[in-house]
């Protein structure tokens, strides 16, 4: 448990607080009356306010704020002072990526000509997470459309900058989400991940990020990118605190906080994959410190938690590549105008259509001409070309269940990234793997080199979330210093 913290900011450099704060310590502090919902919840726009778009390079996480967050904290005490809790998150802000409908503000998709589009839905899992007792607190950047997996840059807000480094990425599409919970801005973001979206900005936050299995999260009320792909997931600072929120806002159908805390991870087998690292274009000291740390985390997690480590070298760049396929993306556009034309929505003013299209949205934008051109030429759905595509991807989903269950092998293991963060780019080493077969995924950050953090994955099988998130547990347990970003307020590069 962290100090308690107090209601008013400190002017100091130091780490703050509240960049450390889990929900687990913010629920503690509202059950201990030491500080109320409306505190909390003020502190963090206070904290927006003053640092987001402070200084030379800002950090531009946050998109639109809800008006309405400080009545719905008054509204959530109100109800904590007469006995009435509606959950596990009463009284607890979140934000949320800028492509998730949530009532109240804009969802933007990054798109400078949905600016003020609003949904008059939530999403269901905003929906579900309102009603655990949630607040929606703002919405973040986002590379545009969740285009780009290695930056955050838009047509409404620009470039998401690396909090660690602000010369840096901040990774892609979810940027925004890793950055606002790094920042102290919140103790808990939604985001979404089509190839290493969620995970990606998590490990360049120093954060834990958490891709559920694809059929397990609903969809719905997401501005798509790939239907086949999308997973909306949470970025948090604990395993803890991503499985709970994740449970919440999928209504606890599945209960992956409790059963993760049930699996025993001796009785578990885990494969350490490494040829991720040869993805690494700077192989000199830098590289060997971060497989010298990544080895260290390893022997660790296999001698603290007996868990038995084996070798699946079937499992190569190559299969990886060539077995488990993407999507092709070719349902991108077709998607958005359908997610438009569909969702009930208001637009203020200098929206002349009632249901903008892509073609409509993309004169200024901060999408590359060519993926614009190839979106705006793709063939209606369905279509031939797609529907291979979909046929090779769930073939690879089969086929990496099977390799699994053949080998015994529970869980893999793996660098989140290949590198750190660099200016223009914060990549992943190897998200297909999860994110072109619907396997869940845990990024656990284990340490950093040269200022910057690095992480692990851990990845399971289709459906076999909890053991995903069991070892990642274990990860987190191993690493022996914790990953804090630098305080806010003028030491931050």
């Not at 640092?51 to 950090?59: E, I, K, N």
């Not at 203020?348 to 892509?358: D, I, K, S, Y």
């Amino acid at each position: 448990m962290n100090p308690p913290l107090a209601a008013q900011e400190s002017t100091t450099v130091e780490i703050s607080p509240w960049q450390a704060s889990t929900v687990a310590d913010l629920r503690h502090l509202m059950n201990e009356e030491i500080l109320t919902s409306e505190q909390i919840t003020q502190t963090y726009l206070d904290r927006i306010q003053r640092y987001d778009s402070a200084g030379p390079r800002p950090l531009n996480s946050i998109v639109d704020i809800d008006s309405a967050a400080i009545e719905h904290a008054r509204a959530r005490d109100h109800e904590r002072r007469a006995g009435r809790l509606r959950g596990p998150l009463h009284g607890i802000p979140f934000v949320v990526k800028t492509n998730i409908c949530a009532a109240g503000v804009p969802t933007t998709a990054g798109n400078l000509g949905l600016a003020t589009y609003r949904p008059s839905i939530d999403a269901p899992v905003v929906r579900e997470l309102r009603a655990a007792g949630g607040i929606v607190l703002a919405t973040t950047n986002m590379s545009e459309f969740a285009w780009h997996g290695t930056f955050t840059t838009s047509s409404i807000r620009g470039t998401t900058a690396n909090i660690f480094d602000t010369a840096c990425s901040a990774g892609g599409s979810s940027g925004g989400s890793s950055v606002a919970v790094a920042a102290g801005f919140a103790p808990i973001a939604l985001g979404t991940d089509s190839c290493g979206s969620v995970v990606g900005p998590a490990v360049h936050a120093g954060l834990v990020g958490f891709r559920p299995s694809s059929a397990a999260v609903s969809g719905a009320g997401v501005v798509p990118l790939s239907p086949a792909q999308d997973v909306v997931g949470p970025i948090g600072r604990t395993v803890q605190d991503v499985a709970e929120f994740a449970d919440l806002m999928t209504g606890g159908r599945h209960a992956w906080l409790a059963t993760t805390r049930a699996t025993e991870p001796a009785h578990l087998r885990f494969a350490y994959l490494t040829w991720p690292f040869d993805a690494i274009a700077d192989r000199g000291e830098h590289s060997a410190q971060l497989r010298a740390l990544a080895d260290e985390t390893i022997a660790a997690l296999a001698r603290d938690f007996r868990i038995t480590r084996t070798e699946l070298p079937e499992l190569d760049a190559d299969y990886a590549c060539d077995v488990l396929t993407d999507s092709g993306w070719t349902d991108a556009r077709a998607s958005i105008d359908l997610f438009l034309a569909r969702t009930p929505a208001r637009y203020g003013p200098g929206v002349n259509t009632p249901h903008p299209a892509f073609a409509d949205l993309v004169s200024r934008t901060a999408l590359d001409r060519a993926t614009v051109e190839r979106w705006l030429a793709a063939n209606p759905l369905p279509n031939a070309a797609h529907d291979a595509a979909a046929a090779k991807q769930r073939a690879g989903s089969r086929a990496l269940t099977d390799l699994l269950t053949r080998r015994g092998v529970d869980v893999l293991v793996y660098p989140t990234a290949a590198d750190t963060a660099r200016p223009g780019r914060a990549g992943t080493a190897a998200a297909g793997i999860s994110s072109n077969t619907g396997a869940p995924s845990v990024q656990v950050p284990i340490g950093t080199i040269g200022g910057l953090p690095v992480g692990l994955t851990v990845t399971a099988a289709p459906g076999r979330d909890h053991l995903a998130l069991a070892v990642a547990a274990a990860v987190e347990a191993v690493v022996v210093e914790p990953v804090r970003p630098p305080g806010l307020g003028g030491n931050h590069k």
